[in-house]
């Protein structure tokens, strides 16, 4: 699907809507161009903040975003304050801030594993 490039912010909410984990993070991890151990550490420990920079620096929706987020948090329930605050905070988060914070997470990456690079 990435090579004949089918693989859209589409795809991506339709995997997290219908709780497809492990498509869900490798179609988050190409679009982002992260390691799969990255987006999965994200989703698993609903680390939202890094969601929420991760899916803005790739200019994608709220929409994406919440789906991801509800996806990450299937163990505890969001309220609609929670995901309130959320959007306020995805609303105010700069796209340049959020490449800068993902170029920042692919240095730590590489530092962290410097074998596999």
């Not at 890094?50 to 994406?64: D, Y």
């Not at 995805?90 to 594993?113: C, D, G, I, M, N």
């Amino acid at each position: 699907m990435h090579k004949a490039g089918k693989l859209s912010e589409a795809q991506l909410c339709d995997f997290a809507r219908t709780g497809k984990f492990d498509e869900t993070v490798v179609t988050l991890s190409l679009i982002c161009d992260m390691p799969v151990g990255v987006i999965e550490r994200a989703i698993v420990n609903d680390d939202t903040d890094q969601l929420m920079v991760l899916v803005k620096a790739v200019g994608m929706s709220w929409e994406t975003t919440k789906t991801l987020i509800l996806m990450a948090s299937k163990a505890k329930s969001r309220s609609k304050q929670d995901l309130e605050r959320f959007y306020a905070s995805f609303a105010k988060l700069r796209p340049e801030t959020a490449k800068k914070a993902v170029q920042f997470y692919r240095f730590r990456e590489k530092s962290a594993h410097p074998q596999t690079n």
